[in-house]
């Protein structure tokens, strides 16, 4: 791995850190039900990106299927929250 | 660092996969802060969007080119990925906004406001 691959990953990782932040401050201060739903939708896709890029910085496949797996449950999660934003319950 | 014994990667794949893998981490940075930036919700839900489809797309695209020179082989199981989150993002968008705009009548605001008709 050549320098410039392996500060370019380590930019990516730190920037994706700083999103993750951005997005855990909004799930901290959000003043309604609906901004803390929608900081945790952000939250995980950005967690997906960073397994992607472990993926690459550790030349693995495994994160790949860690990747799919927080993209799944992650959209589950969502969308039963905003479901239950919405009707007051999850299953009717 | 590397746990896994790697051969050398030509230098055009470690470009690409550097340039793509920044500019996906750039762009949900930057649809991340606008989440915390924007000021009220209806504006704020725009921002993330663009770390769920820019983002994703070049971050597949970094992992695509990577492990296809890296294994000989063209690795196209990365595609899923960004063709679920293509197809689960809108959804639950559409569900959050729907639960944005029942709270906020019940709280009696008007929402979204009057459009101004064209005459």
């Known amino acids: 791995m050549t320098p410039v691959l392996f500060w370019a990953l380590r930019l990516a990782l730190l920037l994706l850190a700083v999103a993750m932040l951005c997005a855990l401050t909004r799930l901290l201060i959000g003043p309604t039900a609906q901004d803390r739903v929608m900081a945790l939708d952000c939250l995980y896709i950005n967690g997906m990106l960073m397994m992607l890029v472990l993926g690459i910085v550790y030349a693995s496949n495994v994160y790949f299927e860690a990747a799919m797996l927080t993209a799944l449950f992650g959209f589950v999660g969502s969308t039963a929250m905003a479901k239950f934003l919405l009707r007051g319950e999850v299953i009717e | ?48 969007t663009l770390g769920a489809t820019v983002g994703v797309w070049c971050m597949t695209i970094a992992t695509i080119v990577y492990f296809s020179v890296q ?42 406001p009057a459009a101004k008709s064209a005459d």
């Open chain 2, 1 to 48: 660092m590397n746990d896994f014994i790697v051969g050398p990667l030509p230098l055009w794949a470690e470009i690409v996969t550097a340039v793509f893998a920044v500019l996906g981490a750039a762009f949900a940075a930057i649809g991340s802060f606008g989440l915390v930036r924007l000021p009220t919700f209806f504006r704020r839900i725009h921002a993330p």
């Open chain 2, 71 to 112: 294994g000989y082989s063209l690795f196209l199981h990365a595609v899923l990925i960004v063709l679920f989150i293509a197809l689960t993002a809108p959804i639950t968008t559409i569900f959050l906004m729907r639960a944005a705009l029942f709270r906020e009548r019940q709280k009696g605001g008007d929402v979204p």
